[in-house]
């Protein structure tokens, strides 16, 4: 198992060596208050994440782990150079299969993983968004297991949510220890709320006549990522709203206000598809807002991101991403995917079901750690029970090596020890391609736990990327 800060061997490696020194001179004690400080900040703020399922307060404090995780800029650099080429050829990848679907005629994807996709929206064949941009935000979670293996777990191409984290992260680290940012060798990540504004004027909508008005489209305040939803309108200075403050007249869409209707040209949506309008959607959705789609289709506004982009983030489509590279950019993919079996081919389900105590399987369409099986931790009665379910539905269901995840320091119950970490950066595209230096690390702060979720007991720690 590759260490972040020793690597595989005893030595601090380079762009650990001021955590190293700070831990160190700090101790165990100070850390601990620090942490006590943070949370307490966490708690005033309401830096918060709902859990519906499980009883009791749904209201969770995401624990917060105060030992950074240090990229060093040339690390960065190449990871930067990997994130924008996936991001390309995903949106590439969307244009096609809603047009002309040459990657589906070269028989490179599979016209089932597509056509037969339950993200897939048939409404949106031959839309052009503006700018041909479908997905605005892509976060690709990424996975390291070596000083130079990198490696994508997965995309997220719909709506990645967590940047709020990324964002609060920062903030409370140089609250709590504003000592480690003197030397003003850590690159910055509050431009990200001007960078994504930036974004969404970009992808205005042909009707627009003036400075585009953008809002972000909410559920409501009992959505599990609503406190997100707040904070990025805040810090972007654009209306939060909700779908019951819209209304579609003459094909454009428009807000109510204290002052009268308003124009909204530009809608950062956190709405499933499903829900977006009942015209056009489904009809029992008591989110929608009704004739939106068709504003959308005629050039009356920009839904961020379009209708059906989650096509693309599928976790079966995900193994065919580094033939996307090939097919649209005409490149080698400079990050690779983590190794794959397709349940719903028989020799690869075969392999998977003699395998399953080796193995981790997902579901196709799971999400937030739920649905899957890890095998190494698994019982000989899940195994089965997931075996059956596989045989059920076989192209429900993808398997992947367990894979040795990086760990990064930590502070736990006996001192400072690695625990399991993952990386989601969000790249924002328009008319061109952002990406602040930095993202979300997922922790794992179960010892030998590999799944890092916030929901399934992972936490947050803030990323650092050193200046060159």
């Not at 976060?139 to 191409?157: K, S």
């Not at 489509?317 to 983590?338: C, H, K, S, T």
């Not at 993202?439 to 702060?445: D, E, H, I």
Request: a negative charge.
């Amino acid at each position: 198992m590759f260490d972040e800060m020793t690597g595989d061997g005893a030595e601090v490696r380079a762009p650990y060596s001021d955590i190293a020194a700070w831990i160190e001179a700090s101790g165990i004690d100070a850390l601990r208050r620090h942490t006590a400080e943070a949370e307490a900040i966490f708690r005033r703020i309401g830096i918060t994440f709902a859990v519906y399922d499980e009883g009791g307060d749904p209201e969770r404090l995401i624990p917060f782990d105060l030992i950074p995780r240090v990229f060093a800029a040339a690390e960065w650099r190449r990871l930067e150079r990997g994130i924008r080429q996936r991001a390309l050829a995903l949106n590439a990848f969307l244009q096609d299969v809603y047009h002309r679907g040459e990657i589906l005629r070269a028989g490179i994807v599979p016209e089932r993983l597509v056509y037969r996709n339950a993200a897939f929206e048939p409404a949106m064949i031959g839309v052009d968004p503006p700018g041909r941009v479908y997905s605005h935000v892509v976060g690709i979670d990424i996975v390291r297991t070596g000083e130079q293996e990198f490696q994508v777990l997965e995309d997220n191409c719909r709506t990645p949510s967590g940047v709020s984290y990324m964002l609060e992260n920062r903030e409370c680290m140089m609250r709590t220890c504003p000592e480690l940012f003197r030397g003003g060798d850590i690159e910055p990540v509050d431009v990200y709320p001007e960078e994504l504004r930036r974004t969404l004027e970009e992808v205005a909508p042909p009707a627009c006549d003036g400075d585009p008005v953008i809002a972000l489209l909410t559920p409501g305040p009992f959505n599990s990522a609503y406190y997100e939803h707040s904070f990025l309108a805040d810090l972007m200075g654009i209306e939060l709203v909700e779908p019951q403050d819209l209304f579609v007249d003459e094909g454009l869409c428009w807000m109510r206000t204290t002052q009268g209707p308003e124009r909204v040209d530009v809608l950062y949506r956190r709405i499933d598809d499903a829900f977006l309008d009942p015209i056009s959607f489904r009809p029992d959705s008591m989110l929608g807002v009704p004739g939106l789609f068709d504003a959308y289709r005629a050039g009356g506004v920009t839904l961020c991101s379009a209708p059906g982009s989650g096509v693309a983030d599928d976790k079966e489509v995900y193994v065919y991403v580094p033939e996307m590279i090939r097919f649209y950019l005409g490149q080698e993919p400079i990050l690779q995917n983590v190794p794959t079996w397709r349940c719903s081919h028989d020799e690869e389900r075969t392999y998977v079901l003699e395998r399953l105590d080796e193995l981790v399987v997902k579901e196709v369409h799971g999400s937030g750690g739920y649905g899957m099986l890890i095998g190494p931790h698994s019982t000989a009665a899940e195994r089965t029970a997931f075996a059956e379910k596989i045989r059920r539905d076989p192209e429900g269901y993808i398997a992947q090596p367990t894979l040795e995840l990086s760990s990064s320091p930590s502070l736990a119950e006996g001192g400072v020890a690695g625990r399991h970490v993952d990386f989601r950066p969000y790249c924002l595209i328009g008319r061109t391609i952002r990406l602040v230096p930095g993202g979300l690390t997922r922790v794992a702060l179960r010892e030998g736990s590999l799944v890092v979720n916030s929901s399934q007991g992972g936490g947050v720690k803030d990323t650092w990327v050193l200046a060159e």
